[in-house]
């Protein structure tokens, strides 16, 4: 995002200009150099911390850094030949030879003994320090950032003046300055500008920029943007259907599950403790797509998200796959995509519910273990209506592995576990009310229906457990699960 | 001091003035949407029954083909050129 600057703000005069800083060895060293230079030919300098460096010089103040900045100085000295306002050549460092040649003096640093060393490579300019290059490119850019600048006053905690504007879910939100801005949307190659979709509740056109101003405030990294922008796309298209995910009186959020080498590229965690805390890409990603939701869509609990009683997860909940060691294909191939393509699949749900099995040793025992335990989603009299995904841990998954499962099969197996008899789905039996309206009975039907039943892996390696995650409503009436592939490249 | 970019979309909320509440039911058309939560319909009939007893010219209904996603504008338009009045119905 980032266009070259403009250096007619900052013109140089024809001649030598010469980049020091005090703080740098070298720029020390090359002092008498300098003041050497001045006597013979048009010399200009300009130093980066200290005007009053090199002594005895008519040294240019660019302690603001915007001639290093604007001339791409990378490298303290360096000398840049000038003619008509434009340069011509530049060295870096010191280099005897070097500065002969280019300064056309031939006995310069003559005088200088034969202890002065012929060489010596510079410093870093202060223009590329990392603690300045933020402020630098706010300074210069070009980039159009459109979103309202707010200002705090000198006395307003920052935090709490966001709070107090309700941008926040309840923890601290990170202030989305220019500046982090900026570097977060290096995390794509896309424009600041283009429509990534249009968010519910309110119907709104949401922008890349708008994207990265909630990332930053959820405590998301660059390389977590491409994520964040693709799970958007999938959140909202009608199929995902995340205005009535939101609006819902049930528990359900969206979740995201992350396939693709982007797992270990930004550093998830799809091992120890993989749906809970502690791992930053897990933990914002997730966050950063309900911050969009609410701040961009205006999706406001009490307001359109009238869950009863929500859960903990709507804060954010995002996880990768355990794709290494795993008997079963990934999720996303699974669901029509290529291996090796980094993926999002977003799952309107909640939980998760524990499945303890320490005992079977072979993955039939296993997979009826997981049936009982999966005919209690929503309730163990509803059926084909609400979708889940099963998270099999890495034991677990090396117990069904032993006798050659995959996913295929534990798939084809669990749905035949899991074909009810009616009857004792009708409203009444058991003595409970809720259940199959009367005309019902008789038949044979499914707990999930046809695909209504995610497989994932993931977890720590030691444990014997399982996890449930419930789902929503799915179909038209509710929600269905989408996969997309991530596309978007960062800029950097 | 900070400066910070707004993460909201930066709307201003378009306000409509209500229409006055009527002073009867005399000669008005009542529409009575069902949003398609299971038990609505039973809430529904239960009020037609008192709307018709309270002079309401006629009593039309109208239901949401899901009530996970808001009613489709064609839905919107029907209720809006067909009914003076408008119950929506929550119901589970």
Not at chain 1, 160 to 175: F, K, N
Not at chain 1, 429 to 436: M, P, Y
Not at chain 1, 437 to 453: D, I, N, S
Not at chain 2, 66 to 90: F, G, M, Q, S
Request: hydrophobic fraction near 40%; glycine fraction near 10%.
């Amino acid at each position: 995002m980032t266009t070259s600057p403009d250096r007619s703000s900052a013109p140089l005069p024809d001649g030598i200009v010469a980049v020091v800083k005090r703080d740098c060895p070298t720029c020390v060293l090359v002092e008498p150099v300098l003041q050497e230079l001045a006597t013979s030919d048009a010399l200009t300098t300009y130093s980066q911390d200290d005007p009053t460096f090199p002594a005895d010089l008519p040294v240019r103040d660019d302690t603001d850094l915007t001639v290093s900045y604007l001339w791409d100085v990378e490298t303290v000295p360096t000398l840049l030949r000038i003619r008509d306002g434009e340069e011509v050549e530049r060295i870096v460092g010191w280099d005897r030879e070097q500065w002969v040649a280019f300064t056309e003096v031939p006995d310069l640093a003559a005088g200088l003994g034969d202890d002065f060393p012929d060489w010596r490579p510079g410093c870093g300019s202060l223009s590329v320090d990392p603690s300045r290059t933020d402020e630098l490119r706010v300074r210069f850019s070009t980039s159009g950032l459109k979103s309202r600048r707010v200002d705090f006053a000198e006395l307003e905690d920052e935090f709490e003046a966001m709070y107090d504007r309700g941008w926040s879910d309840g923890l601290p939100v990170i202030p989305p300055t220019e500046a982090r801005v900026a570097r977060m949307l290096d995390g794509t190659d896309r424009s600041p500008d283009d429509i990534v979709t249009v968010v519910p509740p309110d119907l709104v056109e949401c922008t890349v920029e708008k994207v990265a101003v909630n990332a930053v405030m959820a405590g998301c990294l660059p390389e977590y943007l491409p994520v964040v922008l693709t799970a958007l796309e999938a959140a909202c298209t009608p199929e995902f259907n995340m205005h009535g995910l939101l609006a819902t009186t049930f528990f359900s959020g969206p979740i995201i599950v992350v396939n693709g080498p982007i797992r270990n590229r930004i550093g998830m965690n799809a091992g120890v403790n993989v749906l809970g805390q502690g791992n930053r890409a897990n933990a914002t990603i997730g966050r950063a797509l309900q911050l969009v939701v609410r701040n961009v869509g205006g999706g406001m609990p009490g307001g359109v998200d009238r869950a009863t009683m929500g859960s903990p997860g709507k804060l954010g909940w995002c996880f990768p796959e355990l794709e290494e060691g795993s008997p079963f294909t990934p999720l996303s191939v699974a669901r029509g995509l290529e291996p090796g393509q980094d993926a999002v699949t977003l799952f309107a749900g909640h939980g998760p519910q524990s499945i303890i099995d320490q005992k079977s040793r072979s993955a039939e025992s296993l997979a009826r273990t997981f049936a009982a335990c999966l005919r209690s989603v929503a309730h163990p009299k509803l059926c084909i209506k609400i979708d889940a995904m099963l998270v099999v841990s890495p034991e677990h998954a090396r117990v069904l592995a032993d006798d050659g499962w995959d996913r295929s099969r534990l798939e084809g197996r669990l749905a035949e576990l899991l074909t009810l008899d009616s009857d004792e789905l009708l409203a009444g039996v058991d003595g409970i009310a809720e259940g199959l309206p009367e005309g019902f009975g008789g038949m044979e039907l499914p707990k999930f229906r046809e695909g209504g039943l995610l497989i994932a892996h993931a977890g720590g390696g030691a444990g014997l457990f399982s996890a449930i995650i419930g789902g929503w409503v799915n179909g038209d009436e509710g929600s269905d699960p989408v996969t997309r592939a991530i596309t978007t490249r960062g800029n950097t | 001091m900070s400066t910070v970019l707004d993460p909201t979309a930066e709307r201003t909320v378009a306000e409509r003035a209500r229409l006055d509440r009527p002073a009867s039911l005399d000669g008005k058309v009542v529409g009575l949407l069902d949003i398609s939560k299971p038990r609505g319909d039973v809430f529904l009939d239960r009020l037609e029954e008192e709307l018709r007893g309270r002079g309401a010219a006629d009593v039309q209904r109208f239901s949401k083909p899901t009530y996970t996603k808001p009613a489709p504008v064609d839905l919107r338009h029907e209720i809006a050129t067909k009914c003076d009045l408008i119950i929506e119905a929550l119901a589970d």
